[in-house]
């Protein structure tokens, strides 16, 4: 190599010594701020479950307000504040309903639990011992089998346990979320404007107003057209429970519609545990209960999750679903149980206002299901006229 392609190399080696310092750095800057912002979250999480609650909350109520005053006949006539005061009323009041349900069914299913769990050992026993008499499968399998049931049972204290947690820690935070919901809607207008005094120019405002505006649009779409879905799923389900004759339909329908939120994974948790207890109930349980039980409700969750959601969310704001089981184990590890739930919805409103941002668009589609996302749907920001 000649003298001048070596002073070219080592010229090129020291320009790149910047760009991978500052590399290096940005990594390093990202993960500090991301176990910052996890650490925040974990201690904080009293604080933080009441308030992503009250902002879906507000959400619903914002949609719900918009239907009342868009509506035919007096809502074009009403007052802004009445159609609040309307969608206000509405979802307390189902709120409220929930918080009755959940009063009178999750303490008797935990009082009653022990005889449930009781039944069902002696059902998995039975049935691991006509496997082994009849010599459908080898040794070591009905071995390991009989160990996967063990542990399994085994964990249903935890999770009702959990579940009952999380359940009281809900109604006891309901007039804090309450509070919550009613200064997030008192203080929209005038977070808006606050917005708007940081903008030096027309400009730089009217892309600002755009960009909010569509990022409200699109998380409220998500919010509401999901809560509604898993409504009809709930009403559904307690149907069918009730029809077949489970136990505690008002309570596993309750769960039904707050698992929904979680894919996959909560779809398959909520039909399961009514199945199971049909299996087992003492008063008309039994595998052809159970069987029909599971037949219904499975044919009511799919009808909805994969036939009319999908229509109605469209595909922009579908999660791959590696990035919904990391959403579910990194805020389960967070908020327990209530991080499940929230999990998805968060990760899914993060998403939406990455997509609205030519810099974040990137990650926005490496998060989706098929990088097909939301369009860009604002001006750039700083640009005039």
Request: aromatic share 8%.
């Amino acid at each position: 190599m000649s003298e001048a392609d070596q002073l070219q190399a080592r010229h090129g080696a020291t320009a790149d010594s910047p760009v991978r310092l500052q590399s290096t750095a940005q990594v390093f800057f990202a993960l500090a701020l991301a176990t910052l912002i996890a650490a925040i979250a974990y201690f904080g999480r009293s604080i933080f479950i009441p308030v992503v609650v009250a902002g879906f909350l507000s959400f619903l109520m914002f949609t719900l307000k918009e239907t009342i005053r868009k509506g035919p006949l007096i809502g074009r006539f009403l007052p802004n504040s009445f159609c609040y005061m309307l969608a206000f009323a509405l979802i307390i009041s189902i709120f409220l309903l929930f918080i009755e349900i959940i009063r009178e069914n999750v303490e008797a299913l935990i009082r009653t639990a022990p005889l449930y769990e009781e039944r069902l050992r002696k059902f998995t026993q039975d049935g691991i011992h006509f496997l082994d008499q009849a010599g459908i499968l080898p040794k070591d399998v009905i071995g390991g089998v009989d160990q996967l049931r063990s542990a399994a049972l085994s964990m249903i204290n935890p999770v009702l346990s959990e579940i009952g947690s999380a359940v009281r820690s809900l109604t006891a935070n309901s007039v804090t979320i309450f509070l919550y919901t009613v200064f997030m809607l008192l203080e929209r207008g005038r977070i808006f404007k606050k917005i708007n005094l940081l903008s030096v120019d027309d400009g730089s405002r009217a892309a600002v107003n755009e960009t909010i505006g569509d990022i409200a649009t699109l998380v409220r779409q998500y919010i509401t057209v999901k809560t509604v879905t898993n409504l009809i799923t709930a009403a559904i389900s307690f149907a069918i429970m009730h029809f077949v004759g489970i136990d505690f339909a008002g309570f596993w329908a309750l769960l039904i519609f707050a698992l929904n939120f979680i894919p996959i994974v909560g779809a398959v948790s909520a039909i399961s545990l009514p199945v199971i207890l049909a299996l087992v109930q003492p008063e008309g349980g039994g595998v052809q209960t159970a069987a029909l039980a599971l037949a219904l409700l499975v044919g009511a969750e799919q009808t909805m999750s994969s036939g009319i959601e999908p229509r109605l969310i469209g595909k922009s704001l579908n999660l791959s679903p590696l990035v919904i089981l990391l959403s579910l184990a990194v805020w389960g590890t967070l908020w327990g149980f209530a991080g499940m739930l929230l999990a998805v919805p968060i990760t899914v409103t993060i998403m939406i206002i990455l997509t609205q941002f030519a810099s974040t668009r990137p990650i926005a589609i490496l998060l989706s299901d098929s990088g097909e996302i939301a369009p860009l749907r604002h001006a750039p920001i700083g640009a005039s006229g």
